[in-house]
């Protein structure tokens, strides 16, 4: 289980740091064709573009290892799958909200919730595929339990 967490740990840093240059460069352009990585309100905090880029590029790391290290959760095999879900759900989320403000993003409001809804709907999805997917799997089981027990009691007719 820690080699699993420490593999996504160091995948989801790698992916966060990634994304917090996609991102922006896709939806953060301004009037002059600039890309803008960083807010303005981190630039003054840390004091030069350069090392908002860095503390951007060490927390949204950070960000992404919580994010793919909480996978792990749902391997946690005496916790059930809507409680690994609302713990991962949960760390996500005050991991956004922290990022939020060390970053200094200030989204307004209606972008917030739009944000908020996508990862709530986005962590419904996951529930539902992973309950439709172990119904799957403990039918599958049933009936290969059904199958043993079955030839197992004829043979034992016969003797």
Not at 80 to 96: C, D, E, K, N
Not at 148 to 156: L, S
């Amino acid at each position: 289980m820690k080699k699993k967490l420490m593999i996504r740990s160091a995948i989801g840093f790698v992916i966060g740091m990634v994304l917090v240059v996609l991102i922006p460069a896709i939806f953060n352009r301004g009037s002059d064709g600039t890309v803008h990585i960083c807010s303005d309100t981190l630039i003054a905090r840390a004091g030069s573009p350069t090392a908002a880029l860095l503390v951007s590029l060490l927390l949204y790391g950070l960000y992404g290892a919580c994010c793919m290290a909480g996978t792990v959760l749902y391997e946690i095999e005496s916790w059930s799958l809507a409680r690994a879900t609302a713990v991962h759900y949960l760390g996500v989320m005050l991991g956004y909200v922290i990022a939020d403000l060390a970053l200094g993003w200030r989204m307004p409001l209606k972008e917030l919730l739009l944000i908020e809804t996508f990862m709530t709907v986005s962590f419904f999805l996951i529930w539902l595929i992973l309950y439709l997917r172990y119904r799957a799997m403990v039918k599958d089981l049933n009936t290969m339990q059904k199958d043993y027990n079955k030839r197992h009691t004829e043979g034992a007719e016969e003797t």
